[in-house]
């Protein structure tokens, strides 16, 4: 059964400053990978997400995550972060098994908090 | 752009009744799924439907809970007789066919038991 840990569950930065949030998972084969955000009273949003080929991929708001097979990773990162950026963040993983309506299963979260 | 939407947004209800929820998928896609999301917690999957019946379900998903798609364009959760732990965001997702496993989420519905 496939699995996300995401290790930090709250961390402040400063205006400006950039950004990396950790996901790890595990899963027996490569694959789909997604980061979601969830502002508060709101519901999920699909920032970016990792299906096949180039290992960096870019997503909405300027955030990028990195596919890693050898860590198991997929980190999100944004080079400068706006007191906007202040949510909840998801790592989730989904299965390749065709033949199945294949579920997400979801991190912890990590929620992002922005000073000014 | 097409979007999974969901009522209603805040279902209040007392313990033992019955309540359904409502969502209404992105019009082309076939494949659709109910998870929750307990307040400060994450996000967790419940049931999965395709081909009008249920593909899998998590331990969550027991016999207080049904899906069912009663025509061509809804989709709705009921849970029989409500408990007190069964307070939460309740989140619709679909995704189309073949299309990697990129799920659209509706804005939730957030359910209370008294």
């Known amino acids: 059964a496939q699995s996300v840990t995401q290790p930090d569950i709250h961390i402040t930065v400063s205006e400006g400053a950039s950004l990396e949030l950790r996901c790890n998972y595990s899963y027996g084969a490569t694959p789909y990978l997604f980061w979601y955000v969830q502002s508060p009273g709101q519901g999920l949003q699909l920032l970016l997400k990792?299906?096949?080929?180039?290992?960096l991929v870019q997503g909405i708001k300027g955030f990028e995550a990195e596919f890693k097979r050898s860590q198991s990773s997929f980190n999100l990162r944004k080079p400068s972060v706006h007191w906007s950026d202040a949510a909840e963040y998801f790592c989730a993983v989904g299965t390749r098994n065709t033949g199945t309506a294949s579920k997400l299963t979801f991190g912890t979260g990590t929620r992002l908090q922005v000073t000014l | 752009e097409p979007e999974v939407t969901q009522t209603p947004s805040h279902q209040v209800t007392q313990m033992g009744q019955e309540v359904i929820l409502r969502c209404v998928p992105i019009?082309?896609?076939?494949?659709f799924y109910w998870y929750r999301q307990i307040l400060g917690q994450k996000v967790e999957f419940l049931v999965s439907f395709y081909n009008n019946e249920i593909s899998e379900k998590s331990e969550i998903f027991d016999d207080q809970f049904s899906v069912e798609r009663p025509d061509g364009s809804n989709f709705t959760l009921k849970i029989r007789s409500t408990k007190l732990e069964d307070s939460a965001m309740y989140f619709c997702?679909?995704?189309?066919?073949?299309?990697?496993?990129?799920?659209?989420f509706g804005p939730g519905t957030r359910l209370t038991v008294l």
């Open positions: 019009s082309n896609h076939l494949y």
């Open positions: 990792y299906f096949s080929g180039d290992t």
């Open positions: 997702a679909s995704r189309q066919e073949n299309v990697g496993n990129e799920q659209f």
